[in-house]
């Protein structure tokens, strides 16, 4: 695949959101090319199978992008879609079938692959992506993780030369993310795959292991290409472009090892801190007792929630006795595997859902948000939808924020105070009168969250609030949040996101098949890996290394760089 | 709801043609005739079809009786202006224009009345939309789009007519998602029906405008999504053959035999007439 030097506007007349970016892909190569939300990967994607500009409407595509020899401007997407396969960001845009089977079957039945072919193929890729067991259910009634498998299996299955795919692990539990791009990569060593992948900078632990050549794009442009030592290692480059460091790259950075020699894989950086070590043992080292925090008065008292879906035979049970209690103040991350029941619990504690049980209690701030009126619960809780489009109703930013303040018959003074607050939350105010469609996912998940946090809930529950957003945008939401709490609001947070689980969450709650696996600080959870991983949940990548460090002395609980560069100092 | 759920029923495993001609006959037929006497018999068959059949819960069937009973409010007005005594071939007309309630005599449009043969052709219109609507149910739940465009596949359709298809049955499922979940986050936000009328209208206004907006890229959105799987690229090729077996091909038979007959009937013998 030859790029050369496209621009892409999105309408004629707009400003570029490609500029000028040239490359050459050669066959069996795994790129990455990240940046963060906004760089235009996500277009320079779209302009690898022509679905920019043949497939959205007004947009001008300078340059050209040669495939096989072939310019793709002169071939149909439909055809070139045979060599290119492309899983687009969003999954809910791609899923086409009514079953998963069907779903995962359309790519190469369209393309007439043979009927046997056809189911031994489903059954590899449900096998892949870990969708065995779900091939009946209607994927669209799937949670959000489990649907982009769908996405990325219904493109897998028809084993396209290229696959280029658009963040395809956000939504993964963390094992689903390292089987997908397991998954991958064997295709691209067995069959010579070429493997194209962009992420905003919140992955970048996870695809430095499997990545061959790295593009970081920043404002349109492409800042640097390398092979991923070069380029993970070169801090200039990625803080210009407003990404992080792999955690273990920022380790090395801190013990003296910077350059291409620093440790971008746990492999690497386990060799590095034991060359650090020299032979030395930690002394007195051992997982932290947790400090109790002085406990505050329950908030949220859930026992023996039950929920059943209709569908299937039997109907497709979410949650199956769930029971836990959450205090004032605390901050909760609740994870879990794609599929566990988090965001059905949490749809419960707004009651949008009602348990399908009789004896379950659902008791939010001393109502019974089973029974209660809709009007009253939500003076004391809310949530923010995993998708900000699901819950923006208005065309401005400042109308969409008093919209629900509105409707609660505010009076007008309070309204404007408060949106007004809302507004510089995450400093919106120079934007609230910008159109909210003309705004990117990061302002407008700053809108939608702005708009509940405008209510002023004493218990907010956010669903995967760094979802679509770049290291910046999600550490501005988690400070936010933890801010929130300090002030004693109460947080649920619903995550794949285990780093920052680890650096903002007082307290774990891990769901598995719809009941509570464990619940406990960040620590205690996180030094469990055994148990995690039924949950298919992997720590932070800064613990994991701890943990392989044990003969080293190192505990198991180490959840943040800043506490390894201290413990590796000790001796 | 509106959309294909798996269950291994009669009517899941059945081909999506015969399926199609079984129900088409039974609607047809209902459209046909006006005597309530002859429709609710059908009306029993599609619910017994649809309910122990093919086990369509009540929660999938909601926007259909509700659309059903919206029908009778709608209906109920033509049903007032019922009175001529022309209407009726089978049943006695003086017992069918016999007045049960005067409403009023409205200016241009006459004497709204209840009588007996207004409520007779009033029930005979709201059992009709009540067998179309189980029959479409029926099809939608128990037919996997994917079947059917096999089928009409195999039988050389063109690509427009198989993207319509494709279209038809992912249009509105999706619609009623994002209808349910914009219902569910203004519900958080304390937006709510009012029961004033013009306010409540209001209200449907913000759910209907992230609705339009939506409806209006999701043609885009299907073109898109078909395009990058190579839609309309090859032949299409199959996961599960379907086949007409030979009980699909007995109830064709049977089912156009009996709406032979019964299309006789209606034409030579007044069966169905009021």
């Given at each position: 695949m030859n790029v050369d030097r496209i621009v892409y506007r999105r309408h004629a007349g707009d400003l570029e959101a490609v500029k000028d970016v040239h490359f050459t892909v050669r066959k069996g190569e795994y790129l990455l090319i990240t940046g963060p939300v906004g760089s235009g990967k996500s277009s320079?994607?779209?302009?690898?199978?022509?679905?920019?500009?043949?497939?959205?409407?007004?947009?001008?595509?300078?340059?050209?992008?040669?495939?096989?020899?072939?310019?793709?401007?002169?071939?149909?997407?439909?055809?070139?879609?045979?060599?290119?396969?492309?899983?687009?960001?969003?999954?809910?845009?791609?899923?086409?079938?009514?079953?998963?089977?069907?779903?995962?079957?359309?790519?190469p039945a369209n393309m007439g692959l043979p009927p046997e072919k056809l189911r031994e193929r489903v059954e590899y890729v449900a096998k892949s992506v870990r969708l065995e067991g779900l091939q009946k259910r209607n994927p669209r009634s799937l949670s959000g993780g489990q649907k982009q498998a769908v996405a990325i299996g219904g493109v897998l299955s028809f084993m396209p030369q290229i696959i280029a795919l658009d963040e395809p692990i956000?939504?993964?539990?963390?094992?689903?993310?390292?089987?997908?791009?397991?998954?991958?990569?064997?295709?691209?060593?067995?069959?010579?795959?070429?493997?194209?992948?962009?992420?905003?900078?919140?992955?970048?632990?996870?695809?430095?292991?499997?990545?061959?050549?790295?593009?970081?794009?920043?404002?349109?442009?492409?800042?640097?290409?390398?092979?991923?030592?070069?380029?993970?290692?070169?801090?200039?480059?990625?803080?210009?472009?407003?990404?992080?460091?792999?955690?273990?790259?920022?380790?090395?950075?801190?013990?003296?090892?910077?350059?291409?020699?620093a440790a971008i894989t746990l492999d690497e950086a386990e060799k590095v801190v034991e060359r650090k070590m020299n032979g030395r043992k930690l002394q007195n080292s051992h997982a932290e007792l947790f400090e109790k925090k002085a406990e505050s008065e329950p908030i949220v008292v859930v026992k023996n929630l039950c929920h059943t879906y209709p569908g299937l035979e039997k109907g497709i049970e979410a949650l199956r006795g769930v029971t836990f209690t959450i205090r004032k103040g605390e901050f909760i991350a609740l994870i879990?595997?794609?599929?566990?029941?988090?965001?059905?619990?949490?749809?419960?504690?707004?009651?949008?859902?009602?348990?399908?049980?009789r004896d379950a209690v659902v008791e939010v701030a001393g109502l019974n948000a089973?029974?209660?009126?809709?009007k009253e619960l939500i003076r004391r809780i809310n949530y923010v939808y995993q998708n900000p489009d699901d819950q923006i109703f208005c065309e401005k930013v400042k109308e969409e924020i008093s919209l629900g303040l509105k409707a609660q018959g505010v009076t007008p003074d309070e309204v404007e105070k408060r949106t007004t607050q809302a507004l510089n939350i995450f400093g919106l105010e120079p934007l609230k009168d910008e159109y909210i469609v003309h705004l990117d996912r990061g302002r407008r998940t700053y809108t939608a969250i702005s708009s509940i946090m405008a209510l002023e809930p004493d218990i907010l529950i956010i669903?995967?609030?760094?979802?679509?957003?770049?290291?910046?945008?999600?550490?501005?939401?988690?400070?936010?949040?933890?801010?929130?709490?300090?002030?004693?609001?109460?947080?649920?947070?619903?995550?794949?996101?285990?780093?920052?689980?680890?650096?903002?969450?007082?307290?774990?709650?891990?769901?598995?098949?719809?009941?509570?696996?464990?619940?406990?600080?960040?620590?205690?959870?996180?030094a469990q890996s055994d148990v995690l991983a039924k949950s298919y949940i992997a720590p932070p990548q800064i613990t994991q290394l701890a943990q392989r460090l044990k003969p080293l002395g190192f505990p198991p609980d180490v959840l943040s760089v800043d506490e390894m560069v201290e413990l590796v100092g000790r001796t | 709801m509106l959309e294909y759920v798996y269950k291994d029923t009669l009517m899941h495993r059945m081909?999506?043609?015969?399926?199609?001609?079984?129900?088409?006959?039974?609607?047809?037929?209902?459209?046909?005739?006006?005597?309530?006497?002859?429709?609710?018999?059908?009306?029993?068959?599609?619910?017994?079809?649809?309910?122990?059949?093919?086990?369509?819960?009540?929660?999938?069937?909601?926007?259909?009786?509700?659309?059903?009973?919206?029908?009778?409010?709608?209906?109920?007005?033509?049903?007032?202006?019922?009175?001529?005594?022309?209407?009726?071939?089978?049943?006695?007309?003086?017992?069918?224009?016999?007045?049960?309630?005067?409403?009023?005599?409205?200016?241009?449009?006459?004497?709204?009345?209840?009588?007996?043969?207004?409520?007779?052709?009033?029930?005979?219109?709201?059992?009709?939309?009540?067998?179309?609507?189980?029959?479409?149910?029926?099809?939608?739940?128990?037919?996997?789009?994917?079947?059917?465009?096999?089928?009409?596949?195999?039988?050389?359709?063109?690509?427009?007519?198989?993207f319509i298809?494709?279209?038809?049955?992912?249009?509105?499922?999706?619609?009623?998602?994002?209808?349910?979940?914009?219902?569910?986050?203004?519900?958080?936000?304390?937006?709510?029906?009012?029961?004033?009328?013009?306010?409540?209208?209001?209200?449907?206004?913000?759910?209907?405008?992230?609705?339009?907006?939506?409806?209006?890229?999701?043609?885009d959105i299907l073109t898109l999504s078909a395009s990058i799987r190579g839609f309309g690229s090859g032949q299409y090729s199959y996961l599960r053959e379907?086949?007409?077996?030979?009980?699909?091909?007995?109830?064709?038979?049977?089912?156009?035999?009996?709406?032979?007959?019964?299309?006789?009937g209606l034409a030579l013998l007044n069966w169905g007439a009021l």
């Amino acid at each position: 695949m030859n790029v050369d030097r496209i621009v892409y506007r999105r309408h004629a007349g707009d400003l570029e959101a490609v500029k000028d970016v040239h490359f050459t892909v050669r066959k069996g190569e795994y790129l990455l090319i990240t940046g963060p939300v906004g760089s235009g990967k996500s277009s320079l994607l779209y302009s690898l199978n022509g679905a920019i500009p043949q497939l959205i409407p007004n947009s001008k595509l300078e340059g050209e992008v040669d495939v096989f020899g072939r310019n793709i401007a002169d071939v149909d997407v439909a055809e070139i879609s045979k060599s290119i396969g492309l899983v687009l960001e969003d999954p809910d845009t791609q899923i086409t079938q009514m079953t998963v089977e069907d779903d995962l079957a359309f790519g190469p039945a369209n393309m007439g692959l043979p009927p046997e072919k056809l189911r031994e193929r489903v059954e590899y890729v449900a096998k892949s992506v870990r969708l065995e067991g779900l091939q009946k259910r209607n994927p669209r009634s799937l949670s959000g993780g489990q649907k982009q498998a769908v996405a990325i299996g219904g493109v897998l299955s028809f084993m396209p030369q290229i696959i280029a795919l658009d963040e395809p692990i956000s939504m993964l539990d963390p094992i689903g993310k390292t089987q997908i791009l397991s998954v991958l990569k064997q295709l691209n060593k067995q069959y010579g795959m070429t493997v194209i992948v962009t992420d905003s900078g919140m992955e970048v632990e996870s695809f430095a292991d499997y990545a061959d050549r790295v593009m970081v794009m920043s404002k349109g442009r492409m800042l640097k290409t390398g092979n991923p030592h070069d380029v993970l290692t070169d801090t200039e480059v990625i803080k210009a472009s407003g990404l992080r460091l792999p955690q273990v790259t920022e380790l090395c950075i801190r013990l003296g090892t910077s350059g291409p020699a620093a440790a971008i894989t746990l492999d690497e950086a386990e060799k590095v801190v034991e060359r650090k070590m020299n032979g030395r043992k930690l002394q007195n080292s051992h997982a932290e007792l947790f400090e109790k925090k002085a406990e505050s008065e329950p908030i949220v008292v859930v026992k023996n929630l039950c929920h059943t879906y209709p569908g299937l035979e039997k109907g497709i049970e979410a949650l199956r006795g769930v029971t836990f209690t959450i205090r004032k103040g605390e901050f909760i991350a609740l994870i879990g595997q794609n599929g566990s029941g988090k965001s059905t619990l949490a749809l419960h504690l707004v009651g949008i859902l009602k348990p399908t049980n009789r004896d379950a209690v659902v008791e939010v701030a001393g109502l019974n948000a089973a029974k209660c009126r809709s009007k009253e619960l939500i003076r004391r809780i809310n949530y923010v939808y995993q998708n900000p489009d699901d819950q923006i109703f208005c065309e401005k930013v400042k109308e969409e924020i008093s919209l629900g303040l509105k409707a609660q018959g505010v009076t007008p003074d309070e309204v404007e105070k408060r949106t007004t607050q809302a507004l510089n939350i995450f400093g919106l105010e120079p934007l609230k009168d910008e159109y909210i469609v003309h705004l990117d996912r990061g302002r407008r998940t700053y809108t939608a969250i702005s708009s509940i946090m405008a209510l002023e809930p004493d218990i907010l529950i956010i669903d995967e609030p760094t979802t679509g957003l770049d290291e910046r945008d999600s550490l501005a939401v988690m400070r936010e949040l933890q801010r929130l709490a300090r002030e004693g609001k109460t947080v649920i947070a619903i995550t794949h996101n285990m780093n920052l689980a680890a650096a903002y969450a007082d307290r774990i709650i891990v769901l598995h098949e719809g009941t509570v696996l464990l619940d406990g600080p960040p620590k205690e959870v996180f030094a469990q890996s055994d148990v995690l991983a039924k949950s298919y949940i992997a720590p932070p990548q800064i613990t994991q290394l701890a943990q392989r460090l044990k003969p080293l002395g190192f505990p198991p609980d180490v959840l943040s760089v800043d506490e390894m560069v201290e413990l590796v100092g000790r001796t | 709801m509106l959309e294909y759920v798996y269950k291994d029923t009669l009517m899941h495993r059945m081909h999506p043609i015969p399926k199609m001609i079984l129900l088409g006959v039974v609607t047809l037929l209902a459209q046909f005739y006006f005597d309530p006497v002859f429709i609710i018999p059908i009306l029993v068959f599609v619910i017994i079809l649809a309910k122990p059949i093919s086990r369509i819960p009540n929660t999938w069937l909601l926007p259909m009786y509700v659309f059903g009973t919206m029908s009778v409010l709608e209906r109920g007005y033509n049903a007032v202006f019922i009175s001529s005594a022309g209407y009726y071939r089978v049943y006695p007309s003086e017992w069918m224009i016999t007045v049960l309630l005067y409403i009023a005599d409205i200016p241009v449009l006459g004497v709204a009345k209840v009588t007996i043969g207004g409520l007779f052709w009033l029930a005979s219109i709201v059992l009709k939309y009540f067998v179309g609507l189980f029959s479409v149910s029926i099809f939608l739940y128990t037919t996997d789009p994917s079947d059917l465009m096999q089928y009409l596949a195999s039988k050389k359709v063109s690509k427009n007519v198989l993207f319509i298809v494709f279209a038809g049955f992912n249009f509105f499922p999706i619609l009623l998602r994002y209808t349910r979940t914009i219902l569910n986050a203004q519900q958080l936000r304390g937006v709510e029906l009012s029961k004033n009328p013009i306010k409540a209208v209001s209200t449907l206004a913000q759910v209907f405008h992230p609705l339009v907006i939506r409806v209006t890229v999701l043609a885009d959105i299907l073109t898109l999504s078909a395009s990058i799987r190579g839609f309309g690229s090859g032949q299409y090729s199959y996961l599960r053959e379907i086949k007409l077996s030979r009980t699909d091909k007995a109830v064709t038979a049977v089912v156009i035999a009996f709406f032979a007959v019964m299309l006789t009937g209606l034409a030579l013998l007044n069966w169905g007439a009021l």
